[in-house]
């Protein structure tokens, strides 16, 4: 199973955001370039992230973003479920007859099962154990030059 790349980049928002001492902000602009992914899909996490009340948004001179949970309530599997529109790893998922064989073939219960599995091993995570080695992050993060001073 792939996850989106706005799911990917929604992990790498609160991994970066995770990664930063005490309260410091960072600019959606700090994230993209540290990643060197696109400024306009990470204002479009932004504004996801922030409606599912992950971070804060704080405009000014002194603004940016910041996490608005701590890390250990993060859930990984909580968010994979959120931002995932569509968890059917093949079409007869969906519900609709989109096979000859389905409905006799195994195949979507063996599938069902793996998926909730893979569900399961996320839930037993959050943000804090992704940064669990915050200080190494910070410090990639510092060697490209990207991290907030």
């Not at 859930?75 to 959120?82: D, T």
């Not at 839930?123 to 804090?128: I, S």
Request: charged share 20%; net charge neutral; glycine share 8%.
């Amino acid at each position: 199973m792939n996850l989106t790349l706005f799911t990917d980049y929604s992990l790498r928002t609160l991994i970066y955001l995770g990664s930063l001492e005490g309260q410091q902000k960072a600019s959606v602009e700090q994230i993209a370039k540290a990643y060197g992914i696109s400024h306009h899909h990470l204002v479009r996490v932004g504004q996801r992230l922030a409606k599912l009340g992950l971070i804060k948004t704080l405009r000014g001179r002194n603004g940016g973003i910041e996490l608005a949970k701590e890390p250990a309530d993060i859930s990984i599997g909580w968010l994979v479920r959120e931002l995932e529109d569509n968890m059917n790893l093949v079409d007869c998922f969906s519900g609709e007859q989109m096979c000859a064989i389905q409905g006799a073939c195994g195949l979507q219960g063996m599938l069902a099962a793996a998926l909730h599995a893979y569900l399961q091993v996320l839930d037993r995570y959050t943000l804090a154990d992704v940064i669990r080695n915050r200080s190494a992050i910070a410090k990639l993060f510092a060697d490209a030059s990207e991290w907030p001073s």
